[in-house]
């Protein structure tokens, strides 16, 4: 027998309307009869007793062997040998294992009593002289036994049962979609149970009031066995179905049930329809099996809520809602479907709205809006349907079609009459980069790349125009290497600046870290930003040697600050993949910390979503390392990329960090009074709740107005960094900052 046979969820089903069995075991015919005798019409839980005898150690042994569901063994100590009866009891729970069944010793004589030690290891439930069983002893001792066999057996249901569902719980939380999670939920929650795979999961399609019996109104999601031919339909077929009323029942009623022959779990979801999960148990669930189901649907229940969620996110992050286009993201995505499919004959092309950041700065950020919202309508309504129109960057659109479909005279005349915004009526014109998909080597991103090439050179010739890229034009990176150059030779004149920017706690309003952000500034003097030289770097390799200077100049910054009494606070530095590709990078980050005796608390390191999710097999092991160290790890530029729960749960991270963008919007909407803030994006919110029910800490960046923290401290988001805290300063200004604040306890004697 197997060890916990006994404690088989199944077995103890089948055998819940069978006798108890009780094995007899003394060498004396007399005691069996008397035993069977004065136990003759009890009932236990129901229950009536079984009699098994036995009258010597082998006949006792084959007897278990065969019956591994007794519940209670009366077991004389004394027969053929001294000890048999305690040789048994090492038998019964040594050998076979047997830990549930209850065992009762008797003896003849008080002096054979085993010692309180063998009682104890043995787990002997009851040890009586043969005198003092009378019936009514007799009885009771068996009744007791009895409710604890049961109650073992429950436990040990339970626990098995908890682990199941503890691996389903995991299983499911890597699921991707709602789709893929219902499965799971299936496939799961028949484990659970341990029943044959056969039910499904449904949600009503409309929010209104079900209309119960209509079986076409549910959409099925997920379904296995005999449900399984109705995947992709709706439940039509099914209308009347024992099957499909229960899954009404509990949409109606927003519960769960247990019936005959079927178990119905209701999910509720905050950001979706609320899901019932209809399983077949052909059966009514024991007590067991119920407490194990209520169990699992609360465990699984924070699971779907989190998929939802997910998904929505997952939606926006295709799309600009402010010009309700697809984003860079998706229009990537589609060249690159394209590519894959059948790319010759199509066109990529990017149009840039010429000097929009002064007519923006000059009329105000609604009314820049607007004038984008007013430039995507009128190009969208000039293109055909089989053009794609997609916002790519803030005052860049991208187009992409078939080449005869794609003019870009048209597209040009358009601006010609002036665009109408609120009370204005404003002029604009279009630059526009175009390139052929089979003149680009290599994906989607590229092709855009190169279009944007074409786009730089148009400009560059006279604004208002178009160019086709060349591969001759590549010979403008040409620029990106004199650049390289120069960025190389910068890290050895110390033209290289690491700046710091606050980061608040906001139920407190306390600075507890701040973000160092790179400046450079070139040998004329001018600063280039860190948005153009950071990918030249990345690209050149150079951000291997910079991003170590960067760690080492925070780390002995942090030092300095730590020396003047500055106490828990946290330094954020900015880590790109190249750095994840070297080999020894955690190796680095931990002498560094070490080199400036630094708690690895203190640290965290920002790793962009995108970053992390499309590589996620090499930042996985370096992070997990990292981690066991006990640096922090913060997902930056949260919500612009396609992250996958699972992903994020394996990560380990400490903190989302909430993109600008979606900020920026907020700070927006805020100024655009009651009407911005109804159509408030709920992306914040979203991350903010994600993160939370994730146990992670949710921060966001780039706050710039009093409402648009207040408004985020509402929500619950930890903490906040931006302009109205604080713009990104030098070192000398931020000890200043620092100093301020009151955060640098000491002041160091010069
Ligand atoms: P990031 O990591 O998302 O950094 C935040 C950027 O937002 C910074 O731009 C910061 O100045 C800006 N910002 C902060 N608060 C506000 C605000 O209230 N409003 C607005 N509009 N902007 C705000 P910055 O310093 O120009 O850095 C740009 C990007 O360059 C960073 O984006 C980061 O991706 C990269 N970067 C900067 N330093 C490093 C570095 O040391 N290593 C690496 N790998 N990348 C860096
Ligand atoms: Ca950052
Ligand atoms: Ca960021």
């Not at 036995?54 to 519940?71: K, S, V, W, Y």
């Not at 249901?157 to 991707?176: C, D, Q, T, W």
């Not at 299936?186 to 119960?212: D, M, R, W, Y």
């Not at 993109?659 to 805020?670: E, K, Q, S, W, Y």
Request: charged share 25%; hydrophobic share 40%; proline share 4%.
């Amino acid at each position: 027998m197997k060890p916990n046979e006994a404690a088989d969820l199944d077995n103890s089903e089948g055998i819940r309307n069978r006798p108890w069995q009780l094995l007899i075991v003394d060498d004396e015919p007399e005691v069996h009869e008397a035993t069977a005798f004065a136990l003759s019409d009890l009932k236990v839980l129901g229950r009536e007793l079984a009699f098994l005898h036995a009258h010597d150690e082998r006949e006792t042994q084959d007897i278990l062997r065969r019956n591994p569901d007794i519940a209670v063994i009366l077991l004389d100590v004394v027969m053929e040998a001294d000890d048999s009866g305690l040789r048994l009891v090492e038998f019964i729970r040594e050998e076979l294992r047997m830990e549930a069944v209850r065992i009762v010793l008797r003896t003849g004589q008080p002096g054979y009593a085993p010692e309180l030690e063998v009682i104890q290891k043995y787990d002997i439930n009851d040890y009586k002289t043969k005198t003092e069983l009378t019936r009514t002893h007799l009885a009771t001792a068996i009744t007791a036994s009895i409710r604890s066999f049961a109650q073992i057996l429950t436990i040990d249901m339970g626990r098995e049962g908890m682990v199941r569902i503890a691996a389903a719980g995991s299983n499911l939380f890597a699921r991707r979609g709602l789709a893929s999670f219902c499965e799971g939920v299936l496939e799961q929650a028949c484990g659970v149970l341990k029943i044959e795979p056969s039910g499904f999961v449904c949600s009503a399609t409309s929010n209104e009031t079900p209309n119960p019996g209509s079986a076409g109104e549910l959409e099925l999601i997920a379904a296995s066995g005999r449900f399984r031919r109705y995947q992709g339909t709706s439940l039509a077929a099914l209308a009347g179905e024992p099957a499909v009323d229960a899954a009404w029942q509990a949409l109606t009623a927003r519960s769960s049930h247990n019936g005959r022959e079927l178990t119905t779990l209701y999910l509720p979801a905050h950001a979706g329809p609320a899901l019932a999960v209809v399983l077949d148990t052909r059966k009514p669930l024991g007590e067991v099996r119920s407490r194990l189901v209520d169990l699992f649907r609360a465990s699984i229940a924070v699971g779907l809520e989190n998929v939802t969620l997910f998904e929505r996110l997952q939606a926006l992050a295709f799309t600009d809602s402010l010009c309700d286009l697809p984003n860079r993201v998706r229009f990537v995505q589609l060249i690159d479907e394209q590519i894959a499919n059948k790319p010759s004959g199509w066109v990529v092309g990017i149009l840039d709205i010429d000097h929009f950041a002064e007519t923006n700065d000059a009329l105000g950020h609604n009314c820049g809006d607007a004038l984008l919202r007013g430039v995507a309508a009128r190009v969208r309504d000039a293109l055909s349907a089989d053009v794609t129109l997609a916002r790519v960057a803030g005052d860049c659109f991208g187009i992409f079609g078939p080449n005869e479909k794609v003019d870009p005279d048209r597209l040009l005349d358009l601006f010609a009459s002036p665009i109408d915004v609120g009370e204005h009526s404003i002029h604009v014109s279009a630059s526009i980069g175009l390139v052929l998909l089979e003149q680009t080597v290599g994906n989607g991103l590229d092709a855009v790349k190169n279009a944007s090439i074409g786009l730089n050179r148009a400009k560059a010739t006279k604004r208002g125009s178009y160019s086709y890229f060349t591969r001759a034009m590549e010979a403008d990176t040409k620029e990106r290497v004199k650049l390289a150059h120069e960025l190389r030779r910068s890290i050895d004149a110390h033209r290289l600046l690491l700046y710091y920017q606050p980061q608040i706690d906001l139920a407190t309003g306390r600075t507890v870290g701040a973000e160092a952000l790179m400046r450079w500034r070139a040998a004329d003097g001018e600063f280039i930003p860190p948005d153009k030289f950071i990918p030249v770097a990345e690209s050149s390799g150079l951000i291997r040697p910079i991003g170590e200077w960067v760690l080492r100049t925070a780390c002995r910054h942090l030092r300095g600050w730590c020396d003047k009494g500055l106490q828990g606070f946290r330094i954020a530095v900015n880590v790109s993949i190249e750095q994840f590709r070297m080999p020894n990078f955690t190796d680095l980050v931990c002498s560094v910390l070490a080199e400036h005796r630094l708690d690895p608390q203190l640290l965290e390191l920002e790793i962009t979503e995108s970053m992390a999710m499309d590589n996620i097999d090499i930042v996985m092991d370096s992070l997990r390392k990292l981690k066991q160290v006990g640096v922090a790890i913060a997902v930056d530029d949260f919500g612009t990329g396609y992250t996958s729960l699972g992903h994020l749960q394996q990560l380990a991270v400490d903190r989302l960090k909430i993109d600008r963008t979606f900020v920026n919007r907020l700070n927006r909407a805020m100024d655009g009074g009651e009407e911005g803030r109804r159509n408030l994006s709920s992306i914040p919110e979203m991350i903010i709740k994600l993160g939370h029910s994730l146990n992670l800490q949710v921060i966001a960046e780039g706050v710039e107005t009093e409402e648009t923290a207040k408004y985020l401290t509402a929500l619950g988001c930890d903490e906040a960094q931006g302009y109205l805290y604080g713009k990104p300063m030098h070192e000398k200004a931020f000890d200043q900052y620092l100093h301020e604040r009151g955060l640098l306890a000491i002041q160091r004697v010069a």
